[in-house]
């Protein structure tokens, strides 16, 4: 007997606004361990980067999920992409990356740049799996001393 299993909550995406803001530090908070998580400060200086962009994945009509991205002289940068637990595996990340890279490539952004912990195993095969590739081992990255993976991606 094959057990149905029911179709995956719709995602929409759109804009970050500044009404989302606690929801996206929570999501933040609840994404990351409290060494690696964001500070309410952090986050809104990443939100304000010059170059930088929020896309915020919806289901139902809460969020599920954001991405952060920036960029500066031809190159675009990752700076967070968080999905709530309950949305994960719903290719809500892969959604949030593919219309990130879309807009960076309309201006004009031919690589992608991130930093990912060295044992955070389900992330780093999430970017292996979209096409970007380890640059070298950034050491101490991360406060609590872990190492980072410098990650890069060249878009067609």
Same mark, same amino acid.
């Given at each position: 007997m094959s057990r149905i299993h029911p179709s995956p909550t719709k995602i929409s995406l759109r804009n970050y606004t500044p009404e989302d803001?606690? !929801? *996206? %530090?929570?999501?933040?908070?609840q994404s990351f361990e409290p060494a690696i998580a964001y500070s309410?400060?952090?986050l809104?200086? %990443?939100?304000?980067?010059?170059g930088g962009e929020c896309i915020v994945a919806e289901a139902g009509g809460d969020i599920a999920g954001f991405i952060v991205t920036a960029h500066e002289r031809g190159v675009g940068y990752v700076v967070t992409i968080d999905v709530l637990p309950g949305y994960r595996q719903?290719?809500?990340? !892969?959604?949030? *990356?593919?219309?990130?890279?879309? =807009? *960076?490539?309309a +201006?004009?952004?031919? !690589?992608?740049?991130?930093?990912? $912990?060295?044992?955070n195993v389900s992330a780093i $095969?999430?970017?292996r799996k979209h096409g %970007? =590739?380890? =640059?070298g081992i950034i050491?101490? /990255? /991360?406060? +609590?001393?872990r190492d980072a993976f410098s990650m890069s991606k060249l878009l067609a």
């Open positions: 803001f606690e !929801t *996206l %530090y929570t999501i933040d908070q309410r400060g952090q809104r200086e %990443y939100l304000r980067l010059e719903q290719s809500v990340g !892969t959604k949030l *990356l593919a219309e990130a890279e879309v =807009r *960076l490539a +201006n004009g952004i031919r !690589t992608i740049e991130l930093e990912t $912990a060295t044992d $095969a999430f970017w %970007y =590739r380890d =640059r050491k101490g /990255y /991360y406060p +609590n001393g």
